[in-house]
């Protein structure tokens, strides 16, 4: 009998030491940062000034790193916000604003300056949304988690206060996402001291306020990884009945090879065209069909997920001109646009579910409402915001 108690009082005496410990742990490591800064060259001022509100782990940035990323969504859902007619209107008008810009940039690295655009609209929606963590509070919060990429993050920071050392940037400049991307078409830190051109030739390379700049060194990017200028991205394909042969963006053949095996474009014409490419099925045979060629690939860098490259990829042909897939997604039950989730979040609050304010971001309030109105519709409850719940709400 006489354990139990002491048990406890140890238990809580420990969790207060805990928190004594983490917090030492905290300014122990953020010390360790600040010689390493130090030692990379880095004037200890800039060190000192970037890091004086920095006294604790900003439990957003933790919050979110802990956030598993969403493995299974259905790619119809993805392709309906990311490339939605509100993207495409607004590319359109930023394209027409930058266009001696955009069209300098093509000329001078041989990047299709629909891809740049495509890559500004996806990663920032053209500049409106770059991210509100302070860079070196967040990349310190991920150095001190002591997880297995610190040394990753360590080079972000350094990289981050390197371009604030060198005159690229001041510090005020240094908000970005959670995980460090920054700026009109989010490079992290590194990818940035890499990449990144001053296109508009003021001596600085500044990707958060100068669009030029910013473009300039997305097109530097993509030639960096591997972009073929004059070469296609992706093409919409039709599929022979019962086809078996090899699928995978990986599997390259040459146009000649797809044509043998049967492969056509969307209408039934022959292929045409150089390059390798390979048969992305993003939705099964039963769904739209692609060639992806490299440039594809260079694009897939960015974010390194197919998903990803295929909405670049579409906004881009979009931008262009170019119609929507031929090939419907195969689902009864598509994806909303933006504007829609928005429309959505507004029924959900007109029927009675309490969400918050709509902002067009699907949560877990809106998700737990969607969840709630589909069983009182006798419906599996999924908390997806597709075009099914969209149509019943608004009856
Ligand atoms: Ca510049």
């Known amino acids: ?221 993509l030639v960096g990884n591997g972009w073929r200028p004059g070469e296609s991205w992706l093409i919409e394909v039709k599929l022979p009945d019962n086809y078996t042969d090899p699928t995978g963006r990986k599997n390259k053949a040459s146009l000649a090879t797809w044509r043998d095996r049967g492969i056509t474009r969307w209408d039934g014409s022959a292929l045409k065209g150089q390059g390798q490419a390979g048969l992305l099925l993003p939705a099964g045979k039963e769904g739209p069909a692609f060639l992806t060629f490299k440039n594809f690939d260079a694009i897939w860098t960015y974010n390194r997920a197919e998903s990803y490259a295929l909405a670049i990829s579409h906004l881009a042909d979009r931008l262009a001109g170019y119609p929507a897939f031929r090939t419907a997604w195969p689902t009864d039950d598509p994806g909303l646009s933006r504007a829609e989730r928005l429309e959505l979040q507004k029924r959900l609050i007109a029927a009675g579910y309490d969400i918050g304010e709509a902002d067009g971001k699907i949560g877990s309030r809106s998700q737990a409402a969607i969840r709630a109105h589909e069983e009182k519709l006798g419906w599996d409850p999924t908390g997806r915001a597709g075009r099914k719940i969209f149509d019943a709400l608004g009856e």
Not at 39 to 67: F, M, N, Q, W, Y
Not at 154 to 179: C, F, T
Not at 202 to 221: E, F, H, M, Q
């Open 1 to 221: 009998m006489r354990l139990l108690p002491l048990a406890l009082g140890i238990t809580f005496l420990s969790t207060a030491a805990m928190a004594d410990d983490r917090s030492e742990k905290f300014l122990t490591c953020l010390a360790g940062i600040k010689q390493a800064a130090t030692a990379a060259g880095i004037s200890p001022s800039i060190t000192e000034l970037a890091l004086k509100d920095v006294k604790e782990p900003a439990e957003r940035v933790l919050k979110l790193s802990e956030v598993q990323p969403e493995t299974k969504f259905h790619i119809w859902d993805y392709m309906g916000f990311l490339v939605d007619d509100q993207r495409i209107e607004d590319g359109t008008a930023m394209m027409a604003q930058h266009d001696a810009t955009l069209r300098a940039v093509e000329q001078r690295y041989g990047v299709n300056r629909h891809v740049v655009a495509a890559v500004w609209g996806v990663e920032t929606d053209y500049g409106r949304t770059t991210g509100r963590n302070f860079l070196p509070h967040a990349l310190t919060t991920m150095v001190c988690k002591n997880d297995h990429r610190t040394e990753f993050w360590r080079k972000q920071l350094i990289a981050a206060l390197q371009l604030v050392e060198r005159g690229d940037l001041q510090l005020e400049k240094l908000y970005g996402s959670w995980a460090g991307a920054f700026g009109q078409t989010q490079f992290i830190p590194t990818t940035y001291e890499h990449f990144a051109v001053d296109f508009d030739g003021d001596g600085k390379r500044d990707l958060v306020d100068s669009v030029p700049d910013a473009l300039g060194s997305t097109a530097n990017y």
